[in-house]
């Protein structure tokens, strides 16, 4: 079963254990794929697995009182969709959807009980990961409440999943500008006008493909910081 062998190796709540315990908890994974513009799940519906993501991307979303979609993230590559519900119990308030053909391998809440109870340390790991996340949830919840909208964008930008390519970190918008325009309470035209700033002044360089280096993170870090 080299997908879910693939996908426990590289998640960071299953990176602790030995490759031996790895196979085990591989043992109990089932892959799955869904299409761009799929719907994984739907608010209120009955969600008894995790989903760890080995490809593609997803959107998880809620309907704002204005009955406006309003983004909360974007899931890539080695992250994980459902933990809340396996820790809480509760029925997801997010709508789920893939923003690319994605595959992903599945555990099922009950058999992802049993692999906590032998392996505790993967628990710590996935609170880890939900402090982490909420963090970042802070940080940005505390840039959009100011009025700088440049604020929120760095701090977007801080948060999200990038590699080191010659020396420089890059990374990959993951939506479509009017999508993180709205996520982060702006205009795509004000979006656009404010990434032209940044990289005019050397804090970032834009790519094509919607990819984007920072060039001085201790700059967009001051930036994100709402005076």
Known sequence: MPQ???CVTRVPIFQGLSRQEQMRVAEF???AHVAKGEVVYTPGQSVSRLLVMHSGQLKVSQAAANGQEQILRTVTDGDVVGERAFLTGHRPNDLVVALEDSRMCVFDHADLAGLLRDYP???LRMLRTLSDRLASVER???AITSSD???RIAAYLLDLPG???????????PMAKQEIASYLGTTPETLS???AALAASGVIELHARREVSILDIDALEDVATPR
């Open 29 to 31: 994974v089932r892959p």
């Open 4 to 6: 879910g062998d693939l």
């Open 193 to 195: 006008r404010r990434l």
């Open 163 to 173: 590699s080191m390519r010659d020396g420089v970190l890059t990374l990959r918008l």
């Open 149 to 151: 909208v440049s604020a």
């Open 140 to 142: 940005l919840l505390a």
């Open 121 to 123: 340390d993967v628990g």
